[in-house]
Structures are given as structure tokens and as C-alpha cells.
């Protein structure tokens, strides 16, 4: 988890001093809007890796996967966004994805059972 949270941090900071002419000032309400972004990205990653390592680690992926078509509904929803069909088709290669897995897993635990 830090390793990543470094890598993100370094290549972040490169993009920007090369993409975008260096840092840039930001007032207030940014620094708290991406202070809260950075918060929670920290505790959903935790989350994350207590799951992979307590839960089913197959359960555990598909749902996060789920994340995907969850972000799509909400920029349709909230940003007004359009939707393409190649998008709505891979929405649901996610869902049914996550679905099959899902029960493949229980009958598996069934079958040890």
C-alpha cells in the first residue's frame, strides 16, 4: 500500500512538472476537496487490503469491480454524462463477471463442505 501510494506520488508529480508547467497555487476549497479525496482513497485502500487478506479473495475482486459500473451510473446521474453502447456492454461483462464468480465461489465452499 505505500509503495503504491509513492509510485502514484512520484509519477503524479512528474506528470504535472511535465504536462502542466510545475505546480500551481490552490486556494482553500481545493486543498480541502483534494485533502478528502486523499483521506478516503487512504482508508478505502486499507479496506481494500483487510479484505484480500481476511476475505474471499475472488468475492473480494468482483466487488470491486463493481466500482467501475458504480462511477459510470454516477457521472450519467450527477454530471450528465452520455453513455456509449461499447460502455454499457462492458458494464455488464462486469456485472455478470462479478455474478458467476460469486456463485462459483459458493458452490465451491459447498462442495468442501
Known sequence: MFYFSLVGTVWGLAGCMLFE????YHDMGTLLGMLGVGVTAVIAQVCMTRAYAYGNMLLTASFQFATI???EIISVLVFKESLPVSALLGMAL???AGIVATILTKLAQK???
Open 21 to 24: 508547467g510545475g505546480l500551481k
Open 69 to 71: 459500473p458504480i462511477a
Open 94 to 96: 462486469i456485472l455478470i
Open 111 to 113: 462442495k468442501k463442505a
